[in-house]
Structure formats: structure tokens, C-alpha cells
């Protein structure tokens, strides 16, 4: 098997990561995916650094050992604090979503304020903030961690009055410092998306950092000859490290679809 033949693994610290791969699957219909989720050390949002570096580590591990092409850090708490050691280590592209969300902001915004809202880990890290600065010095960010929103979009409580009251508490400042754009910086956000559209105004412009990445990821694999150029039917694989007896609700929540195959993640460990 050639190298556009391998699948792209995508990582995240548990089943959010499946909406990256939803997108993913929307841009690239033929490409193979290997899924990883450590739904035993989720959340990592709560984390600090060192350990979210390690856990990252293992897990990019686990998916080379399976031949990927590339890697897709599909969690952003992962790809705010351990990419550039991701990269350091593994010589295979690795993608994170923070550089493709924020370079979207920065062509959406159009008085140059942008919202930022994640994990506290992504927001302390603060490296959505300086890959905004980096590609313009100009524009003013605000940032805010709305640890809720992950159990709520998990509970499939993404509409009605418990949701928008939850959603209000956290976008108070944000809806005072004017901004007109909004990357939702989690990967359970695009979930509650419609709710927090209604309540910061449909002006508002919504950045979904894991659509961005997937359209980054086809071009980086068209750069580097690695599009599979097969137009049969991909092979979608589901990696977890503890059973999740919900993945299947989950999943089609998140990925738009069921998955009724799911394998626990052995470690070469
Ligand atoms: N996947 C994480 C992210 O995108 C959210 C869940 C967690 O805290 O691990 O930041």
C-alpha cells in the first residue's frame, strides 16, 4: 500500500474530535480515516501542560504505529499545548486546529475584535491569541473558557432555556467587548453553535476551527502528492481507551453518523 493509500489518523482526548472528522469526511470523501479518542483520560481541558503533552504524545504514538499519513490534532486543549512537541518528536505532518481557526478569524473580522471561547487549558495557553497577533498585531482579542459547554453538548442539551442561560453566563463579557467574530475553540462547540448564534446576534460571525482544519488538510495533502487518488469506498476505523457505551448516541451527534464498531485501544506499552 502506497503512502495516498494510507489513512489520515485524527486524534482528540475523547469523542468531541469527531466533528473534525465529520468535516473531514466532507472535504475528503475518500480518504481513510483511523479515529482515536482517550475517552479514559478525558477531559484534557482541565489538565495542566506536562500532562497534556504526555498524553498527547502516546496517543500520536498509537495511531503511527498504525501507518497513518498524517495526523490531525483534532482537540484544541492538545494542539494549544503539545503540537509543537508533536512535531518535534513525529516526522509525519501533524495538523493542529488552532493556527487554521485563527487565520479564519483573522480574514472574517471586520472591526478587529475577536472572541475566543475553549477549555481553560486552550484559553490559559493563550495560543489562539498569539496565532491571531502573529498574522495581525492589530486585532484585539477576547478570550473566555466556558467549562459547561462540553457536558452540555454531551447531554445533547444544545437548545432551549437551561442551554441559553448557561451559554449567557459565559458570552457576558464577550458581548460587551463588540466583537464580530467568534471561533468556537472546542471541539463540542459546533454543537451548540445555533444557540450561541441566537444569543450573541446573528452578526456575529461563527468560526468552526475543525471545518477550517479539514480544508487545510486538503491542501497540504495536495502539496505533498498524498491525496488517495482511489475513488472506492474509505475504511473508517474507531479507536477508544475505555469503552463508552454512549459512543453510539454520541457519535451521531458528533459525527453525524452511527458507529456500531468501535475497539478498544490496545498500548504498545
Ligand atoms: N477535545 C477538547 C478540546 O477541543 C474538549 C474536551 C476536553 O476537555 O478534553 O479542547
Given at each position: 500500500m502506497g503512502?495516498?493509500?494510507?489513512?489520515?489518523?485524527?486524534?482528540?482526548?475523547?469523542?468531541?474530535?469527531?466533528?473534525?472528522?465529520?468535516?473531514?469526511?466532507?472535504?475528503?470523501?475518500?480518504?481513510?480515516?483511523?479515529y482515536f479518542g482517550d475517552?479514559?483520560?478525558?477531559?484534557?481541558?482541565?489538565?495542566?501542560?506536562?500532562?497534556?503533552?504526555?498524553?498527547?504524545?502516546?496517543?500520536?504514538?498509537?495511531?503511527?504505529?498504525?501507518?497513518?499519513?498524517?495526523?490531525?490534532?483534532?482537540?484544541?486543549?492538545?494542539?494549544?499545548?503539545?503540537?509543537?512537541?508533536?512535531?518535534?518528536?513525529?516526522?509525519?505532518?501533524?495538523?493542529?486546529?488552532?493556527?487554521p481557526g485563527a487565520m479564519a478569524a483573522v480574514k472574517a473580522t471586520k472591526n478587529k475584535r475577536v472572541g475566543i471561547i475553549g477549555t481553560q487549558a486552550t484559553v490559559r495557553s493563550k495560543a489562539y491569541e498569539e496565532a491571531i497577533?502573529?498574522?495581525?498585531?492589530?486585532?484585539?482579542?477576547?478570550?473566555?473558557?466556558?467549562?459547561l459547554f462540553v457536558p452540555l453538548a454531551e447531554e445533547?442539551?444544545?437548545?432551549?432555556?437551561?442551554?441559553?442561560?448557561?451559554?449567557?453566563?459565559?458570552?457576558?463579557?464577550?458581548?460587551?467587548?463588540?466583537i464580530d467574530t467568534l471561533i468556537l475553540g472546542c471541539t463540542h462547540y459546533p454543537l451548540l453553535a445555533a444557540t450561541i448564534q441566537k444569543i450573541l446576534g446573528r452578526s456575529i460571525h461563527l468560526i468552526d476551527s475543525g471545518r477550517q482544519t479539514a480544508v487545510d488538510v486538503q491542501g497540504l495533502l495536495m502539496g505533498m502528492d498524498m491525496l488517495c487518488d482511489k475513488r472506492s469506498k474509505p475504511s473508517y476505523r474507531f479507536y477508544v481507551t475505555d469503552e463508552n457505551e454512549h459512543f453510539q448516541t454520541l457519535s451521531s451527534r458528533f459525527l453525524g453518523r452511527v458507529v456500531n464498531k468501535v475497539e478498544l485501544a490496545k498500548w504498545n506499552r
Open positions: 503512502v495516498k493509500d494510507s489513512p489520515i489518523g485524527v486524534f482528540d482526548s475523547g469523542i468531541g474530535g469527531l466533528t473534525v472528522m465529520r468535516a473531514l469526511i466532507k472535504v475528503l470523501p475518500y480518504e481513510s480515516i483511523i475517552t479514559a483520560r478525558v477531559p484534557y481541558g482541565t489538565k495542566s501542560p506536562a500532562t497534556i503533552v504526555r498524553f498527547s504524545l502516546e496517543s500520536v504514538e498509537f495511531l503511527l504505529e498504525r501507518d497513518v499519513k498524517c495526523v490531525v490534532v483534532a482537540c484544541n486543549t492538545s494542539s494549544a499545548h503539545a503540537l509543537p512537541v508533536l512535531r518535534k518528536y513525529f516526522k509525519v505532518p501533524i495538523i493542529g486546529v488552532i493556527q497577533k502573529h498574522l495581525d498585531p492589530a486585532v484585539r482579542v477576547v478570550s473566555q473558557s466556558c467549562p445533547g442539551m444544545t437548545r432551549g432555556k437551561e442551554c441559553e442561560s448557561i451559554i449567557q453566563h459565559y458570552c457576558k463579557s464577550l458581548k460587551r467587548s463588540a
